[in-house]
């Protein structure tokens, strides 16, 4: 029987509104020509509960949190907020509780699954690794920018997790505006990152930013001393 892989870092991609997480990893094996895939970095792809969603008309589907509306200027629903972060908070803990330090965990996710990892890595767990985005926006009153704001005073470093976010020029439903403005809100309250808006792209992942993400999180979590010498 062959051994179990052991992995030193962790990441949790979360998808979209409607979508699964089976259905997102097969999205970025299509782009890519290969699952996003590392030797010594475990990468999960969790799938929504099947919830009431009001932009839907209340009808049933995969989504991480409700909201009123797709809309910057809409208020959250907090009480659904609060759900999904139990969802990631035991995600979180089941990967610390594999060994996984909480600083070699990058949490990120498209459209919805963005915002979610927003809310991971700046409301719930600042000393994440990173923190990754694509296609995706925080609301203008969100609870995030209430967490910069005031921030819990604890020992050690006070860095935010780096944030790389990604945005289709051509995106409609959720306009490049809207990420540039959640970028900047955020950067303003002392996250570090990129933006880069994606020439000719719509509401979609796309090769560019996949490849992009990869060499991105072999930068954040590069293999530990012994598994560089185990390869030699």
């Known amino acids: 029987m062959a051994a179990a892989r052991r992995y030193s870092a962790s990441v949790i991609f979360f998808h979209g509104s409607?979508?699964?997480?089976?259905?997102?990893?097969?999205?970025?094996?299509?782009?890519?020509?290969?699952?996003?895939?590392?030797s010594h970095i475990k990468v999960v792809y969790p799938t929504a509960p099947k919830q009431k969603y009001t932009p839907l008309n209340g009808s049933y589907s995969h989504v991480w949190f409700d909201r009123q509306s797709v809309n910057?200027?809409?208020?959250?629903?907090?009480?659904?907020?609060?759900?999904?972060?139990?969802?990631?908070?035991?995600?979180?803990?089941?990967?610390?509780?594999?060994?996984?330090?909480i600083n070699r965990i990058i949490v990120g996710g498209f459209?919805?699954?963005?915002?979610?990892?927003?809310?991971?890595?700046?409301?719930?767990?600042?000393?994440?690794?990173?923190?990754?985005?694509?296609s995706s926006f925080l609301n203008r009153q969100s609870v995030v920018y209430e967490s910069l704001q005031n921030p819990k005073k604890v020992e050690g470093s006070l860095a935010l997790p780096?944030?790389?976010?990604?945005?289709?020029q051509r995106d409609t439903l959720v306009p490049l505006e809207w990420g540039k403005e959640t970028f900047d809100t955020l950067n303003k309250l002392?996250?570090?990152?990129?933006?880069t808006p994606l020439n000719n792209a719509l509401h979609e992942l796309k090769r560019k930013s996949l490849?992009?993400?990869?060499?991105?999180?072999?930068?954040?979590?590069?293999?530990?001393k012994n598994e560089v010498q185990n390869k030699l």
């Open 111 to 134: 459209s919805m699954g963005g915002a979610l990892a927003l809310h991971a890595g700046y409301h719930l767990n600042t000393d994440l690794a990173g923190v990754f985005a694509h």
């Open 190 to 195: 002392g996250v570090e990152g990129t933006f």
């Open 211 to 224: 490849l992009e993400f990869e060499e991105w999180i072999l930068k954040k979590l590069p293999p530990l």
């Open 72 to 101: 910057i200027a809409a208020l959250e629903t907090r009480k659904s907020m609060s759900q999904s972060y139990d969802i990631v908070q035991k995600l979180i803990q089941n990967e610390v509780d594999e060994g996984i330090p």
């Open 18 to 38: 409607g979508d699964t997480g089976p259905n997102v990893m097969e999205w970025v094996r299509f782009l890519l020509g290969k699952d996003l895939d590392f």
């Open 162 to 168: 780096e944030l790389l976010m990604f945005h289709g």
